[in-house]
Structures are given as C-alpha cells and as structure tokens.
C-alpha cells in the first residue's frame, strides 16, 4: 500500500511488561513523527525523525519511552514496564522532507494499547 | 503537553445544515491544519493554511488563518452524513518546530 502502516492495530498487554510498536512510512518520507492519543483527545507529540536522528524527543513522557528508526525507513517506539496510564492509541506519520512548516504529514492508522 | 482550545466540543446537526467550528491559542503559529478522524483510523488533512488572514476552500470546507496567527475556523456547508467524525484542528511551526499541536476536537454528529 501507499500509506503509512502501523503494528500491531491492537495490543493488549499486562502493567510491567515491554510492548514495541512499529510504524512503516511512505516510501521515500524522510521525517517520521509518533504522537499519542489518548480517548477523547486530541494528539500529543511524543518525537519526530529527520532521517535516522532525532532532533526532538521533547514530547517524550518519561524514560520509559524510546524510539529508534533504521534505514530512513522502519521506526520502533519502545514502551518498558508499561503503566496503565500508558493506554492509548499510538499513531505514526511521515512526511515527505523537512523543510518548514509546509510538509504535510500523513498518519497511519494507530496502534491501540490497552495496558491491563 | 499543550494543546489548542478547540470548539465546540461537539455538534448535533440535520443533514444540510452548515457548520462552524474554531480554534485558539496563546502562541503563534506558521500553519494552521485542519483533519478529521474517523473511528479507528488516523487523521486526514482537510485543509492546510500558511498565511495569516488567508480564507481557502476544499469543496464545502472552508478555512481561515486568524490575523494575529492564534486562531483559525473551519465551516462545513450544506452538512450530508458522512461528514460525521471528529475534526482536529493543529497548528505548526511554533517556535520552528515541526511538531503538530492538537486541538481535543469537535465531534461531529449528522442526523438524516
């Protein structure tokens, strides 16, 4: 497909444990974002990717989170010991090049984690 | 983190009604973005706005960019049914980062 695509589309697993979730961007998108939504909100932004690197990891919520991307391609945002409060839908979005404020950013669909 | 003060909250509408909904913020923004979600997806860009005072049209949706930069409004004309979703409005740009910052969104409902 020629979207961005997300993994799982749901997950559901217990407080404590580690849970990875994986975000594909368009083919060719050089920025990567990950944002959190939590019901009945609106997105917060966790990081974003320029290539590899990460210049802005200020919306990231405790050092619990962590996020990686390889290749200019694949991005893994990393939850350890997982809390309750951490259930959200987790939503990816590329974009094609970063160069100002007028690059769109396409989403995927979410990841929905349900911490038990 | 913060957000943008979106209104209303949510909307009870007949088909054919037109809509309005707005957008505030303390802060300045380069680009004011408007998406709808719908259930179980993510979001979709409607309308994207990058100049203060600028009005600009997608068929029945049209936008505009405050001219003090802190606030935006989207109006749906002639509402049908699958205008419902929850519209998010997102401004960027603000203090040179690209990050989005969202509104909590207005949750639309159309009734036939």
């Known amino acids: ?116 | 983190g913060q957000q943008l003060n979106q209104s209303p909250q949510s909307m009870f509408i007949q088909e054919g009604e037109d809509v309005s909904m707005n957008c505030t913020s303390s802060s300045i923004f380069n680009t004011w973005l408007w998406y709808k979600q719908d259930p179980g997806e993510g979001p979709v860009l409607l309308i994207a706005l990058y100049k203060a005072g600028e009005l600009t049209s997608n068929g029945r949706l049209t936008a505009q960019f405050g001219i003090t930069r802190k606030d935006s409004f989207l109006n749906i004309s002639a509402s049908i049914p699958s205008d419902v979703g929850i519209y998010f409005c997102a401004g960027q740009g603000q203090g040179g980062s690209e990050k989005l910052v969202f509104g909590k969104g207005t949750k639309l409902t159309v009734n036939p």
């Open chain 1, 1 to 116: 497909g020629a979207g961005v695509s997300q993994s799982p589309s749901n997950k559901v697993t217990e407080k404590g444990k580690d849970v990875e979730l994986r975000c594909d961007p368009i083919s060719g998108h050089t920025a990567l974002y990950w944002y959190r939504q939590r019901l009945g909100q609106g997105l917060e932004f966790l990081i974003y990717f320029q290539g590899n690197s990460a210049p802005d990891k200020s919306g990231l919520p405790s050092d619990r989170f962590s996020a990686e991307r390889t290749g200019e391609s694949v991005s893994t945002l990393t939850i350890q010991r997982t809390q309750q409060e951490d259930s959200a839908v987790y939503l990816c979005a590329s974009s094609l090049i970063w160069s100002g404020p007028t690059d769109t950013q396409y989403f995927g669909p979410g990841t929905r984690l349900t911490v038990l």
